[in-house]
């Protein structure tokens, strides 16, 4: 398993995908504390991280569509398959992978934290909670986008759909201020990833929210164990 | 050493494989025959546990695939008919991946420098896959099939896209590996299994049409029932006596070959061969050429495709078509 993980996670920098999304997340990262922090003169970084809700929508895909898809492609996945490895393990190592380049991503808060301290006072337990929301909340997306990508060999088509499926999930909040029965906004509150994501970035971090995202995780990453399976029988 | 017992396998409606069963003893090694699309593939991905059948059984080494995948693997190397390479590594990047992915309990560096050696890719270690050649590709492909030196090698279309030089390596290779482990190696080549196998098992349309030992195979119908002449004399007269000879039960006549000479075929029960030269002995007819039409592999090969199981009856001069 650490065998693939330790590849999977070298390959993002063999090519220029990993430096092109540590490149993209940084630059609107920089941005947006550029703007909400230095120009405004403010030391809290909550504003920041509901900012950069939107940029992970986008970024994760592109961590994640290779996974499962390039392997199949490549057919590399025969080798994987058939070395003494068991699924789930093989899952698990390309999640860690994907999420360890998220993780990476998600440094450059500490740099910003960092420049704040020159300044100011930071608030290090709101950054260093916002950082842990963001990563809990990116698993979930992470995940997502693996599952995405062992359904398809074409990176792009994984990509395209997961970024498809991230948009409708952020919108979800929109569609439920539209809905007038009670019971279907509930419905789409209890769904909603930004709303829960929110609590996260003001500092509230719930155990029924950590829950929620580890629930997702682990939901996608065992649907993503059934459908390398079940090609088996295919 | 491996058994494949009643393998069936659909893909949705489609039966690939059809009751497929064989085995192989240790140090053995196996052809597996068959025109594209026949199910080879199939079935050694099912060996090697990519593909689950639908019905049937493989042992490797008395450890079952379904049952105990983990175990079962380890014992193989597998080298599917694309090379399952990394293209973004270095050979030995990738090498040393296949090694820990393996879980291979042998000294790393030994280990891969001694394989690299083996399959003569020592010179290329350092460069990126991407960047290699078909054959080095494919020897990349065999040296990780290598790696913890499992008893059983898988080895699909192995010499598939190489040039002669490469091919004739490979199968010397091949051949040198078949003393230390027990192989199974796919081809639609007939001469390359000729050359390299103890064992041949021929597919067709997910069936089984022939388990045989090469030599045995080779063998059927490799006898002088039928004769090739040429001989030089009348038409009329030279037909009329093959005809008479004893023992003959058919004569075809090919036409002239060059001028004055015919050529036929002469189809007997038994050896004739002395009866018609004697015959044409004594007349001023003269027997320029006498060969048995000799079947070969091809020939038998052909015949069980086509559904001919007869290998008398096969076609014998396909190879000159």
Redesign the interface.
């Known amino acids: 398993m ?3 993980y ?2 999977d996670f070298r ?1 993002y920098f ?2 220029p995908i990993g430096y092109a999304v540590l490149a993209a997340f940084m630059f609107f990262s920089g941005i947006f504390f550029y703007v909400q922090c230095l120009y405004m003169g403010s030391a809290a970084m909550s504003s920041v991280f509901q900012s950069m809700f939107f940029i992970v929508l986008f970024v994760i895909p592109l961590i994640t569509m290779k996974s499962f898809a390039d392997d199949r492609r ?13 699924i789930p393990a093989i899952v698990a190592a390309k999640f860690l992978a994907a999420l360890s380049v998220f993780a990476l991503c998600l440094c450059s808060f500490l740099i910003e934290g960092l420049v704040l301290s020159f300044m100011a006072k930071p608030d290090w337990s709101v950054i260093i909670g916002n950082i842990f929301g963001m990563l809990i909340m990116g698993s979930s997306f992470v995940a997502m986008g693996i599952f995405v990508s062992s359904l398809t060999e074409s990176s792009i088509v994984a990509a395209i759909v997961s970024f498809v499926i991230n948009v409708l999930l952020s919108l979800l909040d929109t569609i439920g201020y539209t809905v007038h029965w009670d019971w279907l906004t509930s419905i789409i509150n209890a769904l909603s990833f930004q709303g829960k994501y929110n609590d996260f970035s003001l500092g509230m971090i719930s155990l029924g929210n950590v829950v929620f995202f580890l629930s997702v995780t682990c939901l996608f990453l065992f649907l993503t164990d059934r459908v390398v399976e079940r090609r ?3 | 050493m491996i058994k494949v017992k009643n393998l069936t396998k659909y893909y949705v409606r489609n039966k690939a494989l059809d009751n497929v069963s064989f085995s192989l003893n240790e140090g053995e090694i196996l052809g597996f025959l068959g025109p594209n699309g026949a199910g080879k593939s199939t079935t050694m991905n099912i060996i090697t546990g990519y593909l689950s059948g639908d019905g049937g059984s493989v042992e490797i080494d008395g450890v079952d695939i379904l049952e105990n995948p983990m175990q079962a693997k380890k014992k193989i190397g597998y080298l599917p008919e694309i090379p399952p390479l990394y293209n973004d590594m270095t050979v030995r990047e990738y090498l040393e991946f296949m090694f820990r992915l393996k879980k291979v309990r042998k000294p790393m560096k030994e280990h891969i420098n001694s394989i690299c050696e083996k399959v003569k890719i020592s010179d290329v270690r350092e460069r990126v896959i991407k960047h290699l050649s078909k054959g080095y590709r494919q020897r990349v492909g065999l040296a990780q099939a290598l790696l913890g030196d499992p008893p059983v090698l898988v080895l699909d279309e192995p010499t598939v896209g190489l040039d002669p030089q490469q091919i004739i390596e490979i199968r010397r290779l091949i051949r040198d590996l078949g003393k230390q482990h027990t192989i199974i190696l796919s081809s639609h080549l007939l001469s390359e299994v000729q050359a390299v196998c103890d064992k041949i098992v021929i597919i067709n349309n997910g069936k089984i049409v022939a388990d045989e030992l090469t030599a045995s195979l080779t063998g059927t119908g490799a006898s002088t029932e039928k004769l090739r002449l040429t001989i030089e004399g009348r038409r009329q007269q030279v037909h009329s006596m093959l005809q008479k000879i004893d023992g003959v039960t058919a004569v075809t006549d090919l036409g002239e070959a060059e001028k004055g000479c015919y050529e036929f075929t002469v189809d007997s029960r038994r050896d004739v061969r002395r009866l018609i030269f004697r015959a044409f002995a004594k007349t001023d007819f003269t027997i320029l050429q006498m060969s048995p039409v000799e079947f070969s592999l091809e020939d038998t090969y052909l015949g069980i495709i086509t559904g001919k199981n007869d290998t008398k009856e096969a076609p014998s001069d396909v190879s000159n078509l």
Do not use: E, M
């Open positions: 650490s065998a693939i330790k590849r390959s063999n090519s490549n057919k590399t996945d025969q080798a994987l398959l058939t070395a003494p490895v068991s088996r029988w295919a």
